[in-house]
């Protein structure tokens, strides 16, 4: 199974992007589906999750600006990223887990840059 992320792009702070996370298989099958981010010189951190059931979960330097969905028609995870700042500026990477096979994969990246 294998995830692409897409996506990212040059944005003024205060904007807007929305992220997706298309995967190759049915992302139905996956337990959890999340979003990382690496901004330059620190390490992957996490950003946000979904589960199975929909339950979803917002770290605190995004809450109230980022939302995580996903669409099983379409098979895609959505990161909808608003009033962006700075610091929001890296590297984003879509993840999904499987607990049955221990699956862990993770889609190439898309850079996300906040200009102030």
């Known amino acids: 199974v294998q995830l692409q992320a897409f996506g990212g792009g040059l944005v003024q702070a205060g904007g807007s992007l929305r992220l997706s996370c298309a995967a190759s298989?049915?992302?139905?099958?996956?337990?959890?589906l999340g979003w990382y981010r690496q901004a330059p010189g620190k390490q992957r951190e996490l950003v946000a999750t979904i589960r199975t059931g929909g339950i979803t979960m917002i770290t605190d330097p995004v809450k109230g600006r980022f939302t995580v969905s996903r669409d099983y028609v379409k098979q895609t995870m959505y990161l909808e990223m608003q009033e962006l700042k700075p610091e929001d500026t890296g590297v984003y990477y879509c993840?999904?887990?499987?607990?049955?096979?221990?699956?862990?994969?993770w889609g190439q990246g898309t850079q996300v840059t906040v200009s102030s």
């Open positions: 993840n999904g887990k499987r607990y049955r096979d221990d699956l862990d994969t």
């Open positions: 298989a049915s992302i139905f099958s996956f337990d959890v």
